[in-house]
T-cell receptor
Framework: QKEVEQNSGPLSVPEGAIASLNCTYSDRVSQSFFWYRQYSGKSPELIMSIYSNGDKEDGRFTAQLNKASQYVSLLIRDSQPSDSATYLCAVNQGTASKLTFGTGTRLQVTL | GAGVSQSPRYKVAKRGQDVALRCDPISGHVSLFWYQQALGQGPEFLTYFQNEAQLDKSGLPSDRFFAERPEGSVSTLKIQRTQQEDSAVYLC?????????????FGDGTRLSIL
């Protein structure tokens, strides 16, 4: 079992719809959770961080964390073609400072 | 500079050659990380520095890989006797603080191709 799991996709949503991206993690002592967006050929760009259970909203993005279920998600409202990218879920495990990444979910927003 | 700067952006080397990749973190950032990203995969951790101290090198795949950050700022990742499996994008990230809460900001990476 991988430490951080994501569906590789592609996840296809029409423009204006809500895109829902999911991630599960195996280490119960994980403390910090991050979503990165990566355009093809570019570096990962931090878009959301979340540290406690519940929802965190920033513009069109909402991160949701459920530590009991070891589950973190990212919702993108009013999806735009420019949101088409790979979304990487990353986890800080226990006391380690390093990030453990999932393989990423490729999102396609169609016109 | 405003962001993490990496050089070169692209590096082509013949198998067996040594290469050196440079990372200049965001000014004032204490922590510096190196990751390796293969095509279609998420970044994989290589090593971590807090200031000049290398606190975690558990991700380095072999003793051919060596990293340093002698003055607590710029870091160099060196790969000796390169092999084809070393071909990947090498990403550097920095964060303001150490520990588990610091958000990491990535550079544009060095795309290494071993022929």
């Amino acid at each position: 079992q991988k430490e951080v799991e994501q569906n590789s996709g592609p996840l296809s949503v029409p423009e204006g719809a809500i895109a829902s991206l999911n991630c599960t993690y195996s280490d119960r002592v994980s403390q910090s959770f991050f979503w990165y967006r990566q355009y093809s050929g570019k570096s990962p760009e931090l878009i959301m961080s979340i540290y406690s259970n519940g929802d965190k909203e920033d513009g069109r993005f909402t991160a949701q964390l459920n530590k009991a279920s070891q589950y973190v998600s990212l919702l993108i409202r009013d999806s735009q073609p420019s949101d088409s990218a790979t979304y990487l879920c990353a986890v800080n495990q226990g006391t380690a400072s390093k990030l453990t990444f999932g393989t990423g979910t490729r999102l396609q927003v169609t016109l | 500079g405003a962001g993490v700067s990496q050089s070169p952006r692209y590096k082509v080397a013949k198998r067996g050659q040594d290469v050196a990749l440079r990372c200049d973190p965001i000014s004032g950032h204490v922590s510096l990380f190196w990751y390796q990203q293969a095509l279609g995969q998420g970044p994989e951790f290589l090593t971590y520095f807090q200031n000049e101290a290398q606190l975690d090198k558990s991700g380095l795949p072999s003793d051919r890989f060596f990293a340093e950050r002698p003055e607590g700022s710029v870091s160099t990742l060196k790969i000796q006797r390169t092999q084809q499996e070393d071909s990947a994008v090498y990403l550097c990230a920095s964060s303001l603080a150490g520990g588990t809460s610091g958000s990491q900001h990535f550079g544009d990476g060095t795309r290494l191709s071993i022929l």
